[in-house]
């Protein structure tokens, strides 16, 4: 059983070898333990630091793509050095290295093919109240869009089995975080939670420059990953409100054209009848959206076998 942690980096040098010293050497039930960075675009010496403390494995992008491409590309590096288990944390040394051991323990006991680590947020001196109530609020959109009981989605500390990370897409260019929950739920996979320890703040947090835009960012990544899974539903859901409206207004317009006095309210006529199109087109527009999504569901089924073709393929040159 191998296990690769990897950690996205970006001008982490600072802390890097902070990050790396915390991290475990030996997990009973692990047979090979490896570590691995994805350096971001980093214009420091990231990359120096982190061959200097004996990382086996970078991979490097010559400019700053984004922590969900970065993930991504760790992942699949990964997977070619033949992880059975893969943990993701933070180069900033937020999660405790020992709470590894934890987020591991129920995949290498067949319990679940992911799992996240729940911080104690609200006990976080450092999370301000305005953002711990925020991290609570984004935390249940996420549980409602995926149909899942995680307590903490922002948490970037966790670990996926071979088979899950597979099967891992990530169409979204801002963070993986929430998108990954969000189709672990839909696509059932076994999907859970385990407490975790946080460590002192050694840098403030670059995934956003205000909490206004960390907010707008997350809630249209929700809406982006519950429409690419749910689209009918999202749709009707959407074509509901105007369809019932314009119908009011209708019924309104007829009764007091029984009553003889409709005279002058052809404007409602009108409105009603835009309303009902419109809820009429949301209908249709996620009927069409459906029947994309059972489209993808083919071309991920396609996009699965040939990664695992693939990494299979690249890991018997690696043997050889």
């Known amino acids: 059983m191998k296990l690769i942690i990897q950690i996205p980096c ?3 040098a600072e802390t890097l070898e902070v990050a790396l010293n915390d991290l475990p050497r030996q997990i009973e039930g692990i047979d090979e333990i490896e570590y691995l960075i994805i350096n971001d675009g980093s214009k420091d010496n ?6 200097n403390w004996g990382v086996n494995y970078v991979v490097s992008f010559t400019r700053n793509r984004g922590l969900a491409k970065g993930f991504m590309a760790g992942i699949e590096a990964c997977l070619e050095h033949g992880a059975d288990i893969i943990v993701n944390t933070d180069a900033d040394n ?3 290295g020992e709470d590894i051991e934890t987020i591991v323990r ?28 925020l991290q609570h609020f984004g935390s249940w959109v996420v549980r409602k869009a995926s149909n899942t009981n995680i307590p903490d989605a922002p948490s970037g500390f966790r670990a996926y089995s071979r088979e899950a990370a597979l099967r891992i897409n990530v169409v979204n260019e801002y963070t993986y975080t929430l998108e990954t929950i969000v189709q672990a739920g839909r696509t ?17 947090s670059r995934l956003f420059s205000s909490m206004f835009g960390y907010v707008k960012k997350s809630m249209v990544t929700i809406v982006r990953a519950y429409v690419m899974y749910k689209p009918l539903r999202f749709f009707t ?3 509901f409100i105007p369809f019932i409206c314009g119908v009011g207004i209708g019924i309104r317009y007829i009764v007091l054209l029984c009553m003889r006095t409709a005279n002058g309210h052809i404007q409602s006529l009108i409105l009603a009848s835009m309303l009902i199109l419109l809820g009429v087109m949301c209908e249709v527009i996620g009927v069409l959206a459906d029947v994309i ?28």
């Open 293 to 320: 999504a059972a489209n993808r569901k083919i071309l991920e089924d396609i996009q699965y076998n040939v990664r695992k073709m693939d990494v299979e393929k690249k890991r018997e040159k690696l043997s050889d």
């Open 46 to 51: 990231t990359v120096e630091v982190a061959m």
């Open 106 to 133: 129920p995949i290498l006991e067949g319990k679940a093919d992911i799992v996240i680590g729940e911080r104690p947020i609200d006990q976080t001196e450092h999370f301000s109240p305005l953002k711990k109530r």
């Open 237 to 239: 859901y959407l074509g």
């Open 188 to 204: 059932k996979m076994a999907i859970m939670s385990v407490p975790v320890r946080t460590n002192a703040e050694l840098r403030p």
């Open 10 to 12: 970006y001008n982490e």
């Open 94 to 96: 937020q999660y405790c």
